[in-house]
């Protein structure tokens, strides 16, 4: 697409009004120079099959896709990516320049790349994972996990079923454990991921007990508000390193703005600063 006409792109779920996409993305339009915008697509679910195919003629370069139409998307795609396929949900439609539709997931890039930023020497074969939680965004994370190279991912979740369901779709090295060892099973990991929603504003506490977890090991949240909940003040507190969801939710922005508008963006403090005064 040409950056010399107007760039159009959005966030469609339903509701999207809670979303920071809108200043992650109008902040990089503004940085970078182009002309164009990022607004909100509230659209119903009942709606979905009608907004997604009219993307193209309104003159959209593309759109984020958000709860709760990340699965039911993919249907409406003339093309999948592979990554998204894998995940079983999409985050990412990029309006092709025949006007087709391509459906991304860049969850995984998102995850992966929060690490790299605060730990830019970290490997995911140090050392075996525990992730916590079975949903949307551990699919995210586990996946991207096993692609980097982890050799072992505990996976644990509060519905035995679920974790169970998601090792045996993808696997070694993932192996679903009782959610009653998630204390036991932080022994010897390198990283620890919270995928739960536990420890978000308005819900309880994650209820972990660290005493077994190395104090070298990595411990990051995927939830980013609170910025800092309290499993990552408890980690920090013993000593280990931490990651917050901040650094996933602006990763993940980045390759979609890269097929949308031709410019690779960058995360700056200030950028950070602008998102951290509205969490
Ligand atoms: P889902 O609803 O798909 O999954 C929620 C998970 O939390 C499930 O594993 C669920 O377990 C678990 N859970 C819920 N209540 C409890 C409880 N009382 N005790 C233990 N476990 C519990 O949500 P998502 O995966 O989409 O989102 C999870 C979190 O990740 C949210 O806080 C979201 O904001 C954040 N997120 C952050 C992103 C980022 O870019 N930083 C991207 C995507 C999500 P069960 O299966 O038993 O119900």
Aim: hydrophobic share 45%.
């Amino acid at each position: 697409m040409s950056s010399h006409t107007f760039g159009l792109a959005g966030i469609m779920g339903w509701p999207v009004a809670h979303s920071r996409s809108p200043l992650i993305h109008n902040h990089w339009i503004q940085k970078y120079g182009l002309t164009g915008a990022y607004v909100q697509l509230p659209v119903a679910p009942s709606k979905l099959d009608i907004a997604i195919p009219g993307l193209a003629a309104l003159g959209f370069r593309g759109c984020n896709i958000t709860l709760p139409h990340k699965v039911d998307a993919l249907q409406l795609m003339d093309e999948v990516d592979a990554n998204a396929r894998r995940m079983g949900a999409m985050n990412t439609i990029v309006v092709q320049p025949d006007g087709s539709l391509k459906g991304f997931n860049n969850d995984g890039f998102g995850y992966i790349q929060s690490l790299l930023d605060a730990k830019p020497d970290w490997r995911a074969d140090a050392g075996p994972v525990t992730v916590l939680g079975a949903g949307g965004a551990a699919r995210a994370v586990v996946l991207s996990l096993a692609d980097r190279g982890a050799k072992e991912i505990r996976l644990l979740n509060r519905s035995p079923e679920k974790a169970q369901a998601l090792a045996d779709e993808f696997g070694a090295p993932v192996k679903a454990l009782p959610w009653s060892e998630r204390h036991a099973a932080l022994a010897d990991v390198a990283l620890l991921v919270n995928t739960t929603s536990q420890g978000m504003h308005g819900q309880p506490d994650l209820d972990l007990k660290l005493d077994a977890l190395p104090r070298h090991a990595l411990v990051s949240d995927v939830i980013y508000v609170p910025l800092e909940t309290p499993l990552l003040i408890a980690a920090r507190q013993r000593g280990n390193p931490t990651v917050n969801g901040l650094g996933m939710l602006l990763n993940q922005a980045r390759p979609a703005f890269h097929a949308w508008f031709g410019v690779m963006p960058e995360i700056t403090p200030e950028l950070r600063q602008a998102i951290e005064a509205t969490l």
